[in-house]
């Protein structure tokens, strides 16, 4: 059996536990011929992911001057095939260091190019991509044209941050006072607000997954659900064909020029896809995925490392209802990783209790 030690970075996040649960869910599949030894990164001694791993090891913010050579150190010490990135301050760091840190450690970092990343990570960007491309969009403008938004669309508004995440600081907006106190809190905080028509919850809201070959030619799976949100989240989810929106979803990826795995968020209104949203990298509801028979991770790193040429071309239809759970660390192993950054032989349990 080949092995191959991967490192997951933002394993506190939901983001970097999706690619562990997928990562361990490829390693119970049957007749598999690869084992992942998963080395956990995390800032906090409070992340989860540290202690469900083979291995975990803390590490600065993205932020601070020391992250990028603090990666390639754990790189070299524990001979990492590659980088799976959590969360979303680490893809840009780690997409710009790409090239030196493959050069100096040999470790493939998964990630799509920065011109991708830096495109989906720009709410306005994304809608000129789309609108540039003839691709399904939802209507948006800039804060200095709100009064002709306005007047074409009428209230309510939607108003979020160009380079935000998650549901951090989105606003429904009634009236030019709300849009005009939403606007001054996201800039106040230090980000740029883009305003969007509003699609209620009415019209049924997607994610989608898609993974683009290494070399952005070919579309090696793609997977659609209908989801029920809760605090950002996918909360339910309904996983079925849904070939029409799976379609846009893949030319998105092709279009852009991506390379890894990419996701589409959209609402059907009147039939008719719209999306709102792209995220350049794995998504929160990868284990889902990697359970209805798409594992983005593992496609992902066969493609890259092992040069397998792969198409998964059907999955299962799902139901999925998340709940909490919960892990265990005996307190002084928590207390141990706090003091020297490393989670080593580690003793957490969880308990089947639902």
């Known amino acids: 059996m080949k092995r191959a030690k991967v490192l997951v970075t933002g394993s506190g996040s939901i983001v970097g536990q999706g690619i562990i649960k997928s990562l361990k869910l490829a390693n119970i599949k049957k007749n598999s011929v690869l084992k992942y030894e998963i080395v956990a990164a995390d800032m906090s001694a409070l992340s989860a992911g540290i202690y469900r791993s083979d291995f975990g090891t803390l590490v600065p913010p993205a932020s601070s001057g020391n992250y990028i050579e603090f990666i390639e150190r754990i790189c070299k010490e524990l001979g990492i095939t590659a980088i799976f990135v959590g969360s979303d301050l680490e893809l840009l760091p780690l997409a710009h260091a790409r090239d030196k840190i493959e050069k100096e450690t040999g470790t493939l970092i998964l990630t799509n190019p920065i011109e991708v990343i830096s495109t989906c990570k720009d709410k306005w960007k994304t809608f000129e991509f789309l609108k540039d491309n003839n691709l399904p969009y939802v209507e948006s403008a800039l804060p200095e044209n709100k009064e002709g938004f306005i007047r074409d669309f009428g209230f309510p508004i939607f108003v979020k941050p160009r380079e935000g ?44 997954g898609i993974t683009v070959n290494k070399i952005g030619k070919k579309v090696m799976s793609s997977i659609a659900m209908r989801r029920i949100i809760k605090n950002g989240q996918t909360y339910k989810a309904f996983i079925d064909e849904y070939r029409d929106v799976r379609k846009s979803a893949e030319e998105v990826a092709l279009k852009l020029g991506g390379t890894s795995a990419i996701n589409v968020q959209a609402k059907l209104v009147n039939d008719k896809t719209k999306i709102f949203e792209i995220n350049p990298r ?40 998340r709940y909490w759970n919960e892990v265990y660390v005996p307190y002084s192993t928590y207390e141990m990783t706090h003091k020297t950054g490393k989670a080593e032989n580690v003793n957490s349990f969880i308990v089947d209790y639902f």
């Open 165 to 208: 995440y998650g549901s951090l600081y989105c606003y429904i907006t009634n009236s030019t006072e709300e849009l005009d106190s939403a606007i001054l809190t996201i800039e106040k905080v230090g980000w740029h607000p883009v305003l969007q028509e509003y699609l209620d919850g009415q019209n049924p809201e997607f994610t989608s």
């Open 282 to 321: 794995f998504s929160a509801t990868s284990p889902i995925r990697a359970v209805a028979g798409i594992n983005e991770p593992d496609i992902i790193f066969r493609n890259n490392v092992l040069d397998e040429q792969i198409e998964v071309e059907s999955y299962q239809k799902l139901v999925c209802m």
